[in-house]
């Protein structure tokens, strides 16, 4: 059994950022390697890219990074300084599938690649499901089975802004994550196919998480000049539910209603599928199959985190590593946003135990 390791992180956004760089060094660097090597992969863009080529088209979203976050910006500059690594390699390590996105489309990639990292699974539970009547957000983390050492979470206490707690990956500024102000987000993978230069995901992810509304928190994502394209969903302490397509350009935004809201890794909306590249059929009839059991599971209420950490466990949803893609649920979380409290686990849910947090 695996138990989830925590980081805590505060103060000024470069002291958290050279804490966390100094923590997990090594782990950082190795994973950053791993992670520039893989942007410049045929099977994960469409085509060859040097790592020269690969560097400095990261180094052209460094400012649109600064502009959008400058703190953030300050924090990640810290963990590159305690890594001896370039802001540029961490942008890639922060936001790979959206600078997957970026190079795809800047090489003229056609058709589906032949990796993606894409099987998450996410949900908003209305209050009106919920047992004790104050809902849930949730979602599973799958990934390459070879980041599943490198997941960490994060309890953050930032001068100046909401505490936050963040299920993230060593060298990235969170990934999935709640405030103390009750503002919940996480997010799936979408495949687009018009990258841009532009701000990655985990910056808008942390940025809504400096937000003490879901209004203002849904601004950091439909303002953003976004690199890549991912589907996000906000659930705060008020029961309010928002789900996000979100491509380079344009959003396509639902608001939660009765029922449970579930997102995988699919477009729903035709204006954003029309902005997405080929899926192999095998990811699509898995996004699919994921998506029709979220729903299934989720549609009779009464609700509790026990039935959503057995919904996270189930075998359709829960992916198992198998060759060639090898991808796998590396972890997930459960937050409720009106309680404060967080359950979250490292490893496949199947053969680990969820940890009980609070914010």
């Given at each position: 059994?695996?138990?989830?390791r925590?980081?805590?992180l ?39 890219m040097?790592r ?26 810290g ?42 699974t ?65 997010i ?18 942390r ?12 601004v ?20 309010n ?21 579930v ?32 729903q299934s ?13 057995a ?16 991808m ?25 135990d ?6």
């Amino acid at each position: 059994m695996s138990v989830p390791r925590v980081l805590e992180l505060s103060g000024s956004p470069r002291q958290m950022g050279l804490a966390h760089g100094k923590a997990f060094r090594d782990d950082i660097r190795r994973y950053t390697a791993e992670r520039v090597t893989l942007a410049g992969s045929e099977v994960w863009t469409g085509h060859a890219m040097d790592r020269y080529t690969v560097l400095a088209l990261a180094e052209a979203c460094v400012e649109a990074h600064v502009a959008y976050a400058p703190e953030l910006a300050m924090e990640l500059s810290g963990i590159a300084e305690a890594t001896d690594l370039s802001p540029a390699e961490l942008i890639i390590t922060n936001g790979f599938t959206d600078f997957i996105d970026l190079v795809y489309a800047r090489g003229g990639a056609h058709g589906a690649t032949d990796k993606v990292e894409d099987d998450c699974t996410a949900f908003i539970i209305p209050d009106r499901l919920s047992v004790d009547g104050q809902g849930f957000f949730g979602q599973t983390w799958d990934m390459h089975a070879g980041s599943r050492p490198y997941v960490v979470l994060l309890r953050g206490r930032p001068d100046h802004a909401p505490a936050f707690m963040a299920f993230s990956l060593t060298g990235c500024v969170g990934m999935i994550g709640m405030n103390d102000a009750g503002m919940a987000i996480g997010i799936t993978n979408l495949l687009g196919a018009e990258g841009q230069i532009g701000v990655s995901w985990p910056f808008v992810v942390r940025k809504a998480l400096q937000q003490t509304d879901i209004e203002a928190a849904l601004v950091c994502i439909t303002e953003a000049t976004l690199m890549g394209a991912h589907n996000f969903q906000l659930f705060d302490r008020h029961g309010n539910g928002v789900n996000v397509e979100a491509m380079p350009g344009y959003c396509h935004v639902t608001r939660a209603g009765a029922d449970a809201l579930v997102h995988s890794n699919h477009c729903l909306m035709p204006d954003t599928l029309r902005r997405c590249r080929p899926r192999a059929p095998a990811s699509q009839a898995s996004s699919e199959a994921r998506l029709a059991r979220g729903q299934s599971l989720l549609s009779a209420g009464g609700l509790t985190p026990q039935a959503l950490m057995a919904l996270t466990r189930d075998p359709t949803i829960c992916v198992r590593a198998t060759p060639p893609l090898d991808m796998e649920t590396c972890g997930a979380a459960i937050m409720q946003p009106a309680t404060g409290r967080l359950w979250a686990v490292q490893g496949l849910p199947t053969e680990n135990d969820y940890a009980a947090l609070t914010v």
